[in-house]
T-cell receptor
Framework: DQQVKQNSPSLSVQEGRISILNCDYT??????FLWYKKYPAEGPTFLIS?????DKNEDGRFTVFLNKSAKHLSLHIVPSQPGDSAVYFC????????????FGPGTRLSVLP | KAGVTQTPRYLIKTRGQQVTLSCSPI?????VSWYQQTPGQGLQFLFE???????NKGNFPGRFSGRQFSNSRSEMNVSTLELGDSALYLC?????????????FGPGTRLTVL
């Protein structure tokens, strides 16, 4: 049973427009969430995080939104650039239960010039 | 600071053999986690070590084992390799085991089992 889901395997966006990547989770005990970006033949690179006590966190072009009642988080990239083309993973953990991070299956983002 | 390093980067083995992968965390990081990535499966958690002790273990058979040394370097061992063990094995380190810790990943070891 997947606790972290990314229901869109792929997404294509025009350069300069907004990219919205979605992530849903089932475990209400999750209290910390991360987004990673992964290029082929490289390890995932940390992008941005959010704690369950917040509903939004921004870092430059990246914003993560958390909706706890819907068990949903999203990553917004504005404006999208061709270099953003990669696989994006959502990860969640329940610190109080000593869990390690649980990762979603990833969404492949293609930013078209 | 140097990042997480993993050796070797690529490995080809045959069924039934065993393999040992190595991970050197970022200097000062005490927690090391291992993940398996296969196409369409995302990252599956294998285990986590902190201060030489295994703190968490994922749902993998006993053929997968690991250890951590006093300098925080970690090794992962897979015995009696199967074709399905072909994957990218990723190591991640974090400073402590605190709530807001971020895991930093190495480039991975690509294991191919023939």
């Amino acid at each position: 049973d997947q606790q972290v889901k990314q229901n869109s395997p792929s997404l294509s966006v025009q350069e300069g427009r907004i990219s919205i990547l979605n992530c849903d989770y089932t475990n209400s005990m999750f209290d910390y969430f991360l987004w990673y970006k992964k290029y082929p033949a490289e390890g995932p690179t940390f992008l941005i995080s959010i704690s369950s006590i917040k509903d939004k966190n921004e870092d430059g072009r990246f914003t993560v939104f958390l909706n706890k009642s819907a068990k949903h988080l999203s990553l917004h990239i504005v404006p999208s650039q061709p270099g953003d083309s990669a696989v994006y993973f959502c990860a969640a953990r329940s610190y109080n239960y000593g869990q390690n991070f649980v990762f979603g299956p990833g969404t492949r983002l293609s930013v078209l010039p | 600071k140097a990042g997480v390093t993993q050796t070797p980067r690529y490995l080809i083995k045959t069924r039934g053999q065993q393999v040992t992968l190595s991970c050197s965390p970022i200097s000062g990081h005490r927690s090391v986690s291992w993940y398996q990535q296969t196409p369409g499966q995302g990252l599956q958690f294998l285990f986590e070590y902190f201060s030489e002790t295994q703190r968490n273990k994922g749902n993998f058979p006993g053929r997968f084992s690991g250890r951590q040394f006093s300098n925080s370097r970690s090794e992962m061992n897979v015995s009696t390799l199967e074709l399905g063990d072909s994957a990218l094995y990723l190591c991640a380190s974090s400073p402590q085991r605190e709530r807001a810790d971020t895991q930093y990943f190495g480039p991975g070891t690509r294991l191919t089992v023939l």
